[in-house]
C-alpha cells in the first residue's frame, strides 16, 4: 500500500494534480482523502486544497 500526497492553493489545480496522477497509474485507487484549510492573514483569507491518495503499490 502507498500514498500520494496533494496540496495546491487553488481547487482547480488540485483537481487537475490528482486526475494526472490517476491517468498515469494502473494501480488500483484504495481511498482519496480530501480537506480545505482557511487562514487569514490581515483582510486576505488563504485557502489550502490537500489529498491523500491511498492505492496499493504495483512495481
Not at 28 to 42: E, H, P, S
Not at 49 to 59: C, H, L, P, Q, T
Request: glycine residues 6%.
Amino acid at each position: 500500500m502507498k500514498v500520494k500526497l496533494f496540496d495546491e492553493s487553488h481547487e482547480k489545480d488540485l483537481e487537475k494534480s490528482i486526475n494526472a496522477f490517476l491517468s498515469s497509474t494502473d494501480s488500483d485507487i484504495i481511498d482519496i482523502k480530501y480537506q480545505v484549510a482557511i487562514g487569514v492573514c490581515g483582510e486576505e483569507q488563504i485557502y489550502c486544497f490537500s489529498a491523500m491518495v491511498i492505492y496499493s503499490g504495483k512495481e
